[in-house]
C-alpha cells in the first residue's frame, strides 16, 4: 500500500493537504500527519480514528489545523488555517492498521507502519 499525498491553497491563505490510500482495500486503524524540520526530531501533528473520526492533535497545531477523512476514498485531509513561519516542515502523512489500544491514540512514529512521500509546506513572514 502505498500513501500518496497532494495538497492546495485555498482562498484566504489557507492549505490543505491530502493523503490517499492506494488500495481500496486498505482500512487504517488510524491516520496521521506529522511534520520534520532540519536538526528537530519529527512532531507530531494530529491523528484521526478511521473508525469514527476521532481526532488528536499535537499542542502546537491545536485550533488551527484540522484533520479529517473520506472512509470511501480511502483519503485523510489537514486543513491548516492561520499558518505562521515556524509551520515550516515537511509533512508527512502516516498509517497503522493495527492498533491494538484503546484507552490512548498513537503520536510517536514508530507506532505507524506507513508513510507517505512528504510534501513541502514553506510559510513566509
Known amino acids: 500500500v502505498q500513501l500518496v499525498e497532494s495538497g492546495w491553497m485555498q482562498a484566504g491563505g489557507s492549505l490543505t493537504l491530502s493523503c490517499s490510500a492506494s488500495a481500496r482495500s486498505f482500512t487504517p486503524r488510524y491516520m496521521s500527519w506529522f511534520r520534520q524540520t532540519p536538526g528537530r526530531e519529527q512532531e507530531f501533528v494530529a491523528s484521526i480514528r478511521w473508525s469514527d473520526g476521532r481526532t488528536n492533535y499535537g499542542d502546537s497545531v491545536k485550533g488551527r489545523f484540522t484533520i479529517s477523512r473520506d472512509n470511501a476514498e480511502n483519503t485523510q485531509y489537514l486543513q491548516m488555517n492561520s499558518l505562521k513561519p515556524e509551520d515550516t516542515a515537511v509533512y508527512l502523512c502516516?498509517?497503522?492498521?493495527?492498533?491494538?489500544?484503546?484507552?490512548?491514540?498513537?503520536?510517536?512514529?514508530?507506532?505507524?507502519?506507513?508513510w507517505g512521500q512528504g510534501t513541502q509546506v514553506t510559510v513566509s513572514s
Open positions: 502516516a498509517a497503522v492498521v493495527d492498533y491494538s489500544d484503546e484507552t490512548e491514540t498513537p503520536d510517536q512514529s514508530w507506532e505507524f507502519d506507513y
